[in-house]
């Protein structure tokens, strides 16, 4: 397996596509705009202008694009995936997603012979560059199995958690720990400041007890600083945990947390935070 086609060269995507052809990978790539991503075209990535085009004759195509409805329109509109792909195609997407789209896209896969797989993936536009990825498939084992060496060229925390939709649901998982996580950074930050405390030194103090988090790790800083620059836009945030609460109300769960902390998104986002990164969570305390 060499040919990959990949569609959502965006901040972790470029990564990515870098870490395959650094790995050995003929990439094949599909963009808008071909301005955006000359830097990787100029690393070696091949062009194509339509995603028919890229999606063909390949041995796996890989998405990670920003919504469900972005997810649905390269799968299943005019000059789609499905239609253009190879039968024998591996098709992953890589996106954070719907669980029941990750359900259709494997049932319509099948039907045309190809290989599905939902392997939404965790840590930022730092594990995209580093290569240190977390990876959570769901699909048919044999086919990800066979798909290891091309998940190993992007991640090192790779697990298949079980059938379609799978995957989907451990990321969903993990971004109410990730939410959770950073409102507790945030709500740390906001009563030590109120008190008198220098945040640097705050810090640095309970940086290695038991209330440390990768989320104090890596953002910490960064709210202290004022840097919103986004590894993780908090318009994504926001669909993740929508995503999870409609998955957690058809199962009749009552995560009063998720629901709160999607809230406080939520009202950030329609303040006009959303391309700013998660850590501008510390403004809804601000405020």
Known sequence: MNKIGFIGVGIMGRSMVRNLMKNGFEVHIFARNIEKVEDVIGE?????????SVATGKDAIITIV????????????????LD????????????????????????????????????????G??????????????GDKKDYEICLPIFEAMGTNINYLGKAGAGQHCKLGNQILIASALSGVCEAFTYAKSKGLDLN??????????????????????IIDQDYNPGFYLQHIVKDLQLALIEANMSE?????????LAN???????????????????????
């Open 265 to 287: 998104f939520q009202e950030l986002e329609q303040e006009g935070y959303g391309e700013l990164g998660t850590q501008a969570l510390i403004k809804y305390y601000e405020s």
């Open 44 to 52: 070696g990535a091949i062009f194509h202008e339509t995603i028919a």
């Open 201 to 222: 030194e705050f810090m640095k103090a309970v940086s290695t007890g038991s209330g440390a988090s990768r989320q104090l790790d890596m953002l910490g800083q960064k």
């Open 125 to 138: 536009d730092l594990g995209a560059r580093n290569g240190t990825l977390a990876i959570m498939v769901g």
């Open 66 to 81: 920003g919504y469900p409805h972005d997810v649905e329109e390269v799968y299943f509109d005019e000059g789609n995936i």
């Open 253 to 261: 769960l009552n995560l009063e947390i998720l629901s709160q902390n």
């Open 84 to 123: 253009s792909a190879d039968k024998g195609t591996y098709l992953i997407d890589m996106t954070t997603s719907s669980p029941m789209l990750a359900k259709k896209i494997y049932e319509k896969g099948i039907e045309k012979g190809m290989y599905p797989l939902d392997a939404p993936v965790t840590g």
